[in-house]
């Protein structure tokens, strides 16, 4: 027998739609202060164009358009929605492509200062802003071509609710956000991460202000880690769960009670949204000096060890 975890059967579902509906205001309103500083601070303070500039504006672009979807998501907890199924169609796109462009971007950057601080030789090679915006190109072009493609041939979606699920069969693509969406993001992540993390510790410092650069770099690297396992590892945990659920044709009791772990997951995956902001930016200056110093450092001692 299907149980509808959005008809209120529940009585922790009101407690739930109020959550939701107090808790976003601050996030998109926080979103909107940290990101319009950051895009204005790379945009028009920033002089040298660079391929970080390039991967954090692109950044910023995705988090913006994902705050672009807040106020449809707050009317669809508060009510009915009635803003026509093609809106609620275009509104979830724009939602999926840009969280999964974030996390993409996410890695990128972190491929990006993995090559920089592993491989500097090689670094100088490759880096530069053209090759950095064709990068972000192409990830839109797949994601955007993915979300079309998944749009056009599903027949999974009811909008008598939208940004909720309503249908009890599991959606196809699930897995597919999971690991290829999350799973392997992370894996990247994390193993570039843990090298810049491992060269950084393994270098001889030469005085204490490079031991100091050191420090900075390692503490702003693991932040960064640290915030994107925990606005995205529940979510991709709740997908599954609910996955699983769906499949296996598990009891109300156990998909109401996922339904409401995924809402609450959402709202943290959500908050990368500003929270991306001042993970790359406020961190920027401190992490530029600290790179561009040990830069020089690394650049040195690899040209000393391969003469």
Not at 64 to 69: A, N
Not at 73 to 84: C, I, P
Not at 189 to 199: D, P
Not at 200 to 207: E, F, M, P, R
Request: net charge positive; hydrophobic share 45%.
């Amino acid at each position: 027998m299907p149980c509808n975890s959005t008809s209120g059967g529940n009585p922790l579902e009101g407690t739930l739609q109020l959550l939701k509906l107090t808790a976003y205001v601050p996030v998109f309103a926080l979103g909107l202060i940290f990101n319009a500083l950051a895009l204005w601070v790379f945009c028009c303070k920033l002089k040298q164009w660079t391929e970080s500039r390039v991967y954090m504006i692109n950044l910023i672009i995705s988090d913006c358009s994902l705050l672009f979807t807040f106020p449809f998501r707050l009317y669809s907890y508060s009510s009915r929605w009635d803003l026509g199924n093609g809106l609620c169609v275009g509104l979830m796109s724009v939602y999926f492509v840009n969280t999964y462009m974030s996390i993409f971007t996410i890695t990128i950057i972190a491929v990006h200062r993995y090559i920089a601080i592993k491989h500097p030789l090689k670094a100088k090679w490759w880096s530069s802003p053209p090759k950095a915006t064709i990068v972000c190109g192409l990830l839109w072009t797949i994601f955007i071509s993915l979300c079309l493609f998944e749009t056009l041939t599903s027949k999974d979606f009811e909008h008598r609710l939208c940004f909720q699920k309503t249908t009890t069969h599991p959606f196809k693509t699930a897995l597919m956000f999971v690991c290829i969406g999350f799973v392997l993001p992370l894996l990247i992540l994390s193993f570039c991460s843990f090298q810049i993390i491992r060269t950084l510790k393994g270098k001889d410092n030469a005085s204490l202000q490079d031991e100091q650069a050191v420090k900075k770099a390692v503490h702003i690297i693991t932040a960064n880690l640290i915030v994107f396992i925990i606005c995205f590892l529940p979510v991709h945990v709740g997908y599954l769960a609910r996955f699983i659920a769906e499949s296996t044709d598990a009891s109300c009791y156990v998909r109401q009670h996922i339904h409401m772990f995924v809402h609450v997951a959402t709202y943290m995956a959500n908050c990368n949204c500003f929270l991306d902001a001042i993970c790359y930016y406020f961190v920027a200056k401190e992490f530029r000096e600290a790179y561009a110093l040990l830069q020089n450092i690394l650049w040195l001692q690899n040209c000393s060890d391969n003469p």
